[in-house]
Every structure is written in structure tokens, then in C-alpha cells.
């Protein structure tokens, strides 16, 4: 007697986790605790919830929304703002050096910014300078 067994009708369990563990894209939450952005993945929630975080411009208030390997990320931080592309994704939170690895810097350092005070001032007639 043949006996034949019903389809499973969709995916099964392992196919739908399969395109997670391929690691193109991953939570912005989850991607920004792994970077170590911030102590706790409830404090990278909070964070985007709060409307603090903009991904490719765009402000975003869902921390389940998904980032994907050449996405800018930026962050408004207690002092400072921060620009990153990220660079790649991990399934663990790992040491700080591998952390950075997940991302390149786009913020310019501060000494830049004395810099460009001194572009917009060369820019002014020396007449009118206040120095």
C-alpha cells in the first residue's frame, strides 16, 4: 500500500532561513549593535525609533528595517554625527577590530573643520574679516 503524504504548502523551515544566513542584508538594529555603534541592541532600537538614525538620506523609524553592503548609514550620536557605508555584516557580535571591519568612515575629522573655518574666512574681503 503506497501511502502518500500531504505537500507542505510555501517553505519549509530551512529555506526560508537560507537567504538570512547568505548575510546580504541584515536589521538596522541588529547591524548597528553588531558594529558596535552602541552597547546594547535595545539602545540601537531605541535609537532608530527615536528617528536618530537615516539610512541613504532618508530618516527611518523601524529598527527592522533591512541595510544592505553599500548603504549609508547616519547617525546623530549624544556629540557627534556619524556617516557610514556599511561594508559587510556578521552573525555574531564580535571583538571591536572585526566590528570595524563592517563598515567604512565617511565623517570627516574635526581637523577638517578648522579647515574649512579657514576656507570660508580666505573667502571674505580682508576688509571685512574679524579675526
Not at 556619524?82 to 561594508?87: F, M
Amino acid at each position: 500500500m503506497l501511502v502518500t503524504l500531504p505537500r507542505k504548502r510555501g517553505r519549509d523551515k530551512h529555506e526560508r532561513f537560507a537567504s538570512a544566513r547568505l548575510m546580504d542584508r541584515q536589521r538596522i538594529d541588529k547591524w548597528l549593535w553588531h558594529a558596535r555603534m552602541l552597547r546594547t541592541r535595545s539602545a540601537a532600537s531605541g535609537l532608530v525609533e527615536a528617528g536618530y538614525v537615516r539610512l541613504n538620506g532618508k530618516r527611518i523609524t523601524g529598527p527592522s528595517q533591512l541595510v544592505r553592503a553599500g548603504d549609508v548609514i547616519t547617525l546623530a550620536l549624544d556629540r557627534s554625527v556619524r556617516v557610514l557605508k556599511v561594508a559587510g555584516f556578521c552573525e555574531k557580535r564580535g571583538a571591536p577590530p572585526a566590528a570595524r571591519a563592517l563598515y567604512r568612515e565617511m565623517t570627516t575629522s574635526s581637523g577638517t573643520e578648522a579647515s574649512a573655518a579657514a576656507a570660508d574666512s580666505a573667502s571674505v574681503p580682508p576688509k571685512l574679516r574679524v579675526e
